[in-house]
């Protein structure tokens, strides 16, 4: 549980942040440089303190308020300048690829991460099935013993699911790549993530559920995963440039390498977004479980041929190509 002491301290900073982002005008032009420097400090601290709160369940407030503030700090870094649409399409076509191909280092160590994560936590609960009560609490554990899917009740709420689920794979990758200041909290948000999904897939495997979890984890699945390893890539390229500067000075190979990640996260929204929307109107559905698999295969080659496949050499259009 947070620390009512911890709080106390951490609210000036949040306050602060909160003033710079009603100060700034548009494009930052109200502020300073030294107001400049501070916003971005303020801004990383305060993810990692929304990271810490996302841990103590009984401050559901003080986290939404903290995930409201980084969102707007977000867009007021990131999108100062409001974008034309040509500089919108030459970032997702041209740009953003590219920027990928070229961190694909840091998001294959963070696949890696993950997957050494999940067959972990598989291996855990298949030897000791109390691990999985403990990790996903009794009332999730009842609804596998029972064989069923506690994904129902997404299917009688649909819009707000889809507002509730994409908010919350955006704090996960926001979270992810802001603690690549920290290297460690990125690497324990993958490990824990990873081990999350070894756990369920062995409760659900040992009662007989593994093709119903699968179906559910397939269709959307293929585009919130790979969202996820890349905005830990994103934070642990903000880890590289601070870490091993190489011949540049370690200013200069942090901002380098911040650009690079902002990209590499900016250009996830769209993957979270069509995977909220899929997680909750066509996921929890009787859909057939044929028709999911397909429809997750061909948004994963889809994928895959758009990483790989574009972002030949192009002049950047001004506005928003980052």
């Known amino acids: 549980m947070v620390s009512i002491h911890w709080i106390e ?3 000036s900073y949040w306050e602060r942040l909160e003033n710079l982002v009603r100060l700034a005008g548009p494009g930052l032009t109200k502020l300073n440089h030294q107001e400049l420097q501070e916003l971005g ?8 303190d929304l990271s810490v709160i996302l841990e103590d369940v009984s401050s559901p407030q003080l986290a939404a308020y903290l995930n409201q503030l980084l969102a707007r700090s977000h867009n007021l870094i990131y999108m100062g300048q409001r974008p034309k649409a040509a500089g919108i399409a030459n970032f997702y076509i041209h740009t953003y690829p590219r920027v990928f191909r070229e961190t694909m280092p840091q998001t294959l160590l963070v696949i890696v991460i993950f997957i050494l994560a999940a067959l972990a936590g598989w291996a855990v609960t298949l ?4 691990f999985a009560h403990r990790l996903l609490g009794p009332q999730m554990m009842e609804n596998i ?12 709420i649909k819009p707000v699911a889809a507002s509730s689920i994409t908010t919350n794979n955006l704090t ?3 979270t992810t790549f802001a603690l690549g200041i920290t290297a460690v909290g990125t690497i324990w948000m993958i490990l824990l993530n990873g081990l999350l999904l070894g756990v369920v897939g062995a409760a659900t495997w040992r009662a007989g559920m593994a093709l119903s979890l699968w179906s559910f984890v397939v269709p959307h699945g293929v585009l919130e995963l790979p969202a996820i390893f890349i905005a830990g890539g994103a934070g ?11 011949l540049l000075p370690r200013r200069e190979s942090l901002g380098q390498a911040g650009g690079r990640a902002s990209r590499l996260v900016l250009g996830t929204l769209p993957l979270l977004l069509i995977a909220g929307t899929i997680e909750a109107f066509f996921s ?8 999911k698999f397909s429809l997750g295969a061909v948004l994963f080659a889809s994928l895959l041929a758009y990483l790989f496949g574009t972002g030949k050499p192009a002049k950047p259009t001004a506005g928003f190509d980052l």
């Open 41 to 48: 400090l303020l801004y990383r601290q305060t993810a990692s």
């Open 172 to 174: 996960v990758a926001f």
């Open 127 to 130: 030897h000791d099935p109390g």
């Open 284 to 291: 929890p559905t009787n859909a057939p479980i044929a028709m």
């Open 9 to 11: 301290k951490r609210k």
């Open 236 to 246: 642990l390229e903000i880890a590289r440039g601070f870490l091993f500067p190489g």
């Open 145 to 156: 013993d029972r064989h069923e899917m506690w994904t129902q009740s997404i299917v009688t």
